[in-house]
């Protein structure tokens, strides 16, 4: 790192973006060096006024390629889209352009699960390029993988992990509780989700990491998605939500591996769920149960865990997980 | 990894060394191929033998220097004792015949604290010999610093670190009794702590690794050690407690960084603790808290620790810290 500290790009700069480049500023070790939106209504404008707060003298660019060329041996962060197919070509054009990249893309947490061909040729040109690509966030990318791959070196070998994240969606902003359903008929839940409008993506990608990070195998992967209805009207949050109609759902994923089921994570996000709280249980010797109480707050933790990994990805090569990343800061 | 594994010795074979000794033959990625004790009552009896389970046909050996030729580029498993005087020849030793060492030795989770220079110079040695040395176990090395520094990739920076360590000591072997001072009264407790006859050692490293895993500073450790008196006769036990008799202690770690307090790490151990536990808390944004109900089982998980350490150290270079160990394994 020189006195200037790591070159850095943020590029998509909606709510996750925005507290990425506010973390950003704040390090001594990260230099902002371009903000980048493809957004009609940001592009030209200044960034620290978005951000509300002092910021360097960067207008918002719609096209990365400037600064890219400011960033050659930086880190892109990369807060746009959840799927691996939305931000390969941004990805490859940072690689090409000599950026190591660390996105909050929810395939990119474990993009072999999908796109197994896609992620072999990104590595490829990682190596090429000599610099890293990681997708990590709070989940996934941290509660219920990274945090039970680490859990498990306090055991011997493990047979099963169970993991559970129950998220109120009650204080959450808006964008969330169109993905969770809420104030839906059951029906209109369902046809939602064959469209693919509700749900979470990447707890699939969760399970696959923990089996990975505890040494268990994964032969096959499944995942289901419920709705919950409310048994009552809600209390509050920002979406009316009465008893009958959809609260959020649960989604359940699950890794089989020799034809058992080694891994099962389950995710609720729901209008006042009760009792929210992350936890991780590893069947083993010992047996070890961790608990957040409350839950790991995602947006905070997700731009969090992205700033926190730009130092340790820039140290890295290929296409790399959070079950690369050491514990240290 | 070559077909056979990677070769291993065990050095050190008590109740800890035998339990690591079990989980390396357990484990395909590792081959145990010496087994070492200078005990005169160990020496020169088969392995398996002591270990009661099925093992490699291994005669335990008072020296280790045939076991280190057979082990050249592998890893030794050193479970001898705490502190970095009484271990630093055997890894001196295991260094110059090309071996990484992980150990129990809890000064070595963080040798700089209290032997800055003899931890300079192993660590040149380790670089010069194309090795690595490592201190880990569940206290230090896991609970209360790697767990912290991987829950502080989820939050921005760090302001304050809270852990607490609760062992209930009932049901633990008479070893850890007597480093407790139960069934002492207070007077002899004081007696053995200034002969150093009870107290956890680790503590102030546990204490530094977090401090430094989280990236703050550590300019001055504190630790501070005050008896449990029993309010009333210990239910059970392997060593009777009655009412006025010390129960154990408690045993506060802190770190300060530019004149404040940055880490205060309190570990309990005694004769009938209420609500054994772990707990780690982040001040930070977001402030998280992390709990593992029952807390983790100190002997198990601290071998279990070492032996999951053992692939990832051959990976590494340099005295290194768990701050260095990779999430996954």
Redesign the interface.
């Known amino acids: 790192m020189d006195a200037r500290g790591i070159p850095v790009v943020v590029m998509g700069l909606g709510e996750i973006g925005r507290a990425i480049a506010r973390?950003v500023i704040?390090?001594p070790d990260l230099e902002l060096v371009g903000a980048v939106d493809s957004g009609a209504s940001l592009a030209g404008r200044p960034l620290g006024e978005l951000l509300g707060v002092p910021a360097p003298a960067l207008k918002i660019a719609a096209d990365p390629k400037a600064a890219f060329a400011a960033a050659k041996g930086g880190v892109l962060l990369l807060a746009t889209a959840s799927t691996l197919d939305a931000v390969r070509p941004d990805l490859e054009r940072a690689v090409r352009a000599g950026l190591s990249v660390v996105s909050t893309c929810e395939e990119l947490a474990y993009p072999w699960l999908r796109h197994e061909e896609a992620a072999d040729a990104l590595d490829a040109l990682c190596e090429q390029r000599n610099v890293a690509v990681l997708g990590t966030g709070?989940n996934p990318g941290?509660?219920l993988d990274?945090?039970a791959?680490?859990?498990?070196?306090?055991?011997?070998?493990v047979r099963h992990v169970r993991g559970l994240r129950v998220v109120d969606a009650s204080k959450r902003r808006a964008a969330l509780l169109r993905k969770i359903g809420a104030g839906l008929d059951e029906d209109a839940f369902h046809e939602a989700a064959e469209r693919g409008e509700v749900g979470h993506v990447g707890l699939a990608e969760s399970a696959a990491l923990a089996a990975?990070?505890?040494?268990l195998g994964v032969d096959e992967v499944d995942e289901e998605l419920a709705p919950l209805v409310a048994e009552e009207d809600a209390r509050g949050g920002p979406v009316p939500v009465r008893r009958g109609q959809v609260a959020g759902f649960t989604q359940v994923a699950r890794v089989f591996a020799e034809e058992r089921e080694v891994v099962r994570l389950e995710l609720t996000i729901a209008v006042d769920a009760d009792d929210p709280r992350d936890e991780v249980e590893l069947d083993a010797?010992?047996p070890?149960?961790?608990?957040?109480?409350?839950g790991?707050?995602g947006d905070?933790?997700t731009a969090?865990?992205v700033?926190?990994?730009a130092a340790a990805v820039t140290e890295l090569r290929g296409l790399v997980?959070?079950?690369?990343?050491?514990?240290?800061?």
């Open positions: 973390a704040a390090r709070a941290f509660v990274r945090l791959a680490v859990l498990g070196h306090a055991t011997g070998p990975t990070g505890l040494g010797d010992p070890l149960r961790l608990v957040v109480p409350g790991i707050p905070a933790a969090a865990a700033v926190n990994a997980t959070v079950l690369d990343l050491p514990a240290g800061r």
